[in-house]
């Protein structure tokens, strides 16, 4: 069991059985000096802060606030088939299958956002819902955090897309999808863990 701060250099093997992480608490080993505000839209905030880097030295860093939770489902029938969306991301410029997703008010109970987001994409509602896994979106640079959902019990009716959204819907099965992941063909971030994390439930007869 980790008990000193010495264990924090411990290595990666102790993680691999059933002992806690450490619980450590250094503090921030950076100085914010200054804060400006550098761009807003109705999804993020661009902040740049003047620093002071965990040397002492001088820097900036520049951090993306996202308004919005980011939301993905998975779903899965009784045939084990899944569903994928097709849609062109404008900053890949690239053209992505992904497993429904989008954006959640911080405010608003996220499985209401997954209902939302699962019947504007797709047409599908779902009786049984699990939450899945929780995850920060690169948090290198950003503060995005991401909630998924594993849809089951269907019921299909007819999409509602946003105005800005122009999507294809497939179903295919949940074993080609993981392969798909396994391969490399589908790399959005949602998908790939939502999947993984699926099989693996799968696996331990909990899906």
């Known amino acids: 069991m980790f008990s000193t701060d010495d264990d924090i250099n411990a290595p990666l093997f102790y993680l691999y059985g059933m002992a806690p992480l450490p619980d450590y608490h250094g503090g921030n080993p950076w100085t914010t000096l200054h804060s400006s505000e550098v761009y807003e839209s109705p999804w993020i905030k661009v902040r740049k802060h003047d620093v002071l880097n965990p040397s002492g030295n001088p820097g900036t860093y520049s951090v993306v606030h996202f308004k919005n939770l980011a939301i993905g489902v998975v779903v899965l029938d009784e045939e084990m088939n899944t569903w994928l969306v097709g ?92 392969q798909l992941v396994c391969n490399g063909t589908l790399t959005d971030s949602l998908t790939v863990t939502g999947i993984l994390k699926v099989k693996l439930m799968m696996a331990e007869g909990k899906a």
């Open 87 to 178: 849609q062109y991301r404008y900053p890949l410029e690239a053209y992505t299958w992904e497993i429904p997703e989008g954006g959640g008010n911080p405010g608003i109970d996220p499985l209401l956002s997954a209902q939302r987001e699962l019947l504007e994409e797709t047409g599908i509602t779902a009786a049984r819902w699990t939450k899945i896994q929780e995850m920060h979106l690169s948090n290198s640079a950003t503060d995005e955090f991401c909630i998924l959902f594993l849809a089951q019990d269907l019921t299909f009716g007819e999409a509602e897309p946003e105005d800005t959204e122009d999507l294809r819907v497939i179903k295919i099965p949940f074993e080609e999808a993981y």
